[in-house]
């Protein structure tokens, strides 16, 4: 029998980031995205909490703001999964609900790890 893996490595647009730092300085940009980090951990606990209470209003709206925040600190990956659980609400589909969902938070999670390290970094 074949397993499916579902491993799938976070993807961080750097020129997003970059833009962002010369746009608010360096002080402004962490801000941002200590700010953006924060609230996307907590939207994705929320979702995750949400989708268990069978509660897909507050799903949609919840994932819908994800991909602004997302987009503003370069989680590409992030905002285009989110819009994918999104839409899979919207055609009332309960098991792509559940793949996408599951999906948005392996990949939210390693993308906040990795622009966690990669503030460690500097």
Do not use: C
């Amino acid at each position: 029998m074949r397993q499916l893996i579902q491993d799938e490595p976070a993807s961080l647009d750097h020129d997003q980031l970059g833009a962002l730092y010369t746009q608010l300085g360096a002080l402004g940009a962490e801000d941002v995205v200590r700010r953006a980090m924060e609230e996307l951990a907590l939207r994705l606990s929320h979702a995750e909490r949400q989708y268990r209470q069978n509660d897909l209003a507050e799903l949609r709206k919840g994932v819908r703001s994800l991909v602004a925040i997302a987009e503003q600190i370069g989680m590409q990956k992030v905002a285009l999964v989110a819009a994918d659980v999104r839409k899979t609400i919207d055609q009332n589909d309960d098991v792509a609900i559940a793949a996408t969902l599951a999906r948005l938070l392996r990949v939210g999670e390693r993308s906040l790890t990795a622009i966690w390290d990669l503030q460690d970094q500097v």
